[in-house]
């Protein structure tokens, strides 16, 4: 089993910048990806960018303002520069892992961008 402790959301205005941590617990610590998704109000969750066999993958919209890095074994942070209103949504992390493939998801947390 594995749980998931999401933290760093909150309100922020445009052009600032926020980092979201995720942090894994439990039996497992192998885990072959580890991502951030998001869903705004009345919009699919999407993919905002991961970490598996070693890259980094980003969503277009967010290509060059937003960072993920994994710095414990267990630990992924986002970096979020330059927000934008558009940004606004629930921020889930996700994990994979690597034996099993079974998923694990966060709680979320929100953020949101407005003046």
């Known amino acids: 089993q594995v749980q998931l402790v999401e933290s760093g959301g909150g309100l922020v205005q445009p052009g600032g910048s926020l980092r979201l941590s995720c942090a894994a617990s439990g039996s497992i610590s192998n885990f072959a990806f580890m991502g951030w998704y998001r869903q705004a109000p009345g919009k699919q969750r999407e993919l905002v960018a991961h970490?598996?066999?070693?890259?980094t993958n980003y969503a277009d919209s967010v290509k060059g303002r937003f960072t993920i890095s994994r710095e414990t074994y267990n630990t992924v942070y986002l970096q979020m520069n330059s927000l934008k209103p558009e940004d606004t949504a629930v921020y889930y992390c996700?994990?994979?892992?690597?034996?099993?493939?079974?998923?694990?998801w966060g709680q979320g947390t929100q953020v949101t961008v407005s003046s």
């Open positions: 970490i598996s066999g070693g890259s």
């Open positions: 996700k994990v994979v892992v690597s034996t099993t493939l079974y998923n694990y």
